[in-house]
């Protein structure tokens, strides 16, 4: 199996409130950095996961996958998922997938900070 | 038949273009063309019954074929790996994103009583990989993901359905019908006939997982759209409409 190239920092960035910086290749392969990732922040009490993609350099149709997966996590465990940074293409991919139905999606982290907090 | 040029065209990263309403660019001579011209795209957050993700695999041994070849003689293939009996009626372009692929099913109606007619577009697509995403109304709502990739034993090919049924018939139906099992036996013929294309003959795995146990109430009114209820009712109606169209042409004549 193909190794992820994938990297994640968690970052509080308020008291209920964690970024998730992803950087490099969201593919199948990156099942397991993405869930300790979230794993990470929900110990430290994150009611709301942002995603930062603003270093994402690619992603096809299993990292999609994940999201959708990710997504049923968070709703299950009552948290909130944002996300922010996505380039246009991104965006185009999300409103395909429709992901966007169910996705906050937001162009900096101030917004989707203000968006977590309202 | 509609213009060619309405087919979204693939971007570079192998992702179509979004599109509110799917297109066909053609219909095959014989094929059944309902459900589908018009409808939306429907993923697995769009669907009604539990989440399910289910993983079918074979093993190629080292040395038989690489995952780029797999995955083009898989799409180049692909009709013909289909469950015989259905159809699966590939685009004239291939299965590249944006383009959209007609199926005409008895095995997805329990019993076979009737014929469905159904579609998926191709999402995404590239040298290892392909996904297609169902339309309104198809038996489940998400999408499936075909790809090959190596392992330490040599090639592992890859079927991943990602779904919820679309409706609260569809759920019906795959929970105590025997949704489920027809669908596992689709994917399964479909990767068997992968490796016996390249002279395998091995046993598929099959991991099933439930992602989200929860029925989303909300889209129960997505049998609006349901294809089963569609096609049937063309089907029946069908007769009599040809019927009443000679009845007049010949009185014409």
């Known amino acids: ?118 | 038949m509609t213009d060619q040029t309405e087919v979204s065209p693939p971007t570079p990263s192998g992702w179509a273009e979004p599109t509110p309403k799917v297109r066909l660019s053609h219909v095959p001579e014989g094929a059944m063309n309902l459900n589908v011209e018009g409808r939306q795209l429907s993923g697995p957050l769009q669907g009604f019954g539990p989440m399910w993700q289910k993983t079918y695999t074979v093993s190629l041994p080292e040395g038989t074929a690489s995952p780029e070849e797999v995955v083009s003689a898989w799409k180049e293939n692909f009709k013909d790996f289909w469950l015989p009996g259905d159809h699966f009626y590939a685009p004239l372009a291939g299965l590249n994103p944006g383009e959209v692929a007609l199926i005409n099913s008895r095995e997805s109606v329990p019993g076979g009583l009737m014929k469905l007619s159904t579609g998926v577009m191709v999402v995404y697509s590239d040298e290892t990989s392909f996904t297609l995403m169902t339309t309104q109304g198809h038996p489940f709502s998400g999408w499936v993901t075909f790809s090959a990739f190596e392992d330490e034993a040599g090639t592992k090919v890859q079927a991943q359905v990602l779904m919820r049924a679309n409706d609260p018939m569809w759920e019906f139906g795959m929970r105590f019908l025997g949704g489920h099992k027809t669908e596992d036996r689709i994917w399964q013929h479909t990767l068997s006939s992968v490796a016996a294309h390249f002279g395998v003959q091995s046993d598929v795995a099959t991991e099933i997982l439930c992602v989200d146990k929860k029925l989303q109430w909300g889209r129960a009114r997505n049998i609006w759209h349901n294809a089963g209820i569609r096609s049937g009712l063309y089907l029946t109606v069908y007769p009599f409409v040809r019927f009443r169209a000679a009845v007049r042409s010949s009185r014409r004549a």
């Open chain 1, 1 to 118: 199996m193909p190794q992820p190239q994938l990297a994640t920092n968690v970052r509080k960035v308020s008291d209920d409130a964690c970024v998730l910086d992803i950087e490099g290749e969201m593919t199948a392969f990156a099942e397991k950095v993405l869930t300790d990732a979230y794993n990470l922040a929900t110990d430290d009490g994150a009611r709301v996961i942002i995603l930062n993609f603003e270093n994402l350099q690619y992603m096809n149709s299993s990292g999609i996958g994940l999201l959708v997966t990710l997504l049923v996590r968070i709703n299950r465990a009552k948290q909130r998922l944002l996300t922010y940074g996505l380039s246009d293409h991104y965006k185009h991919i999300f409103e395909l997938t429709r992901l966007n139905d169910a996705i906050g999606i937001f162009d900096t982290e101030d917004q989707a900070l203000n968006a977590a907090h309202a």
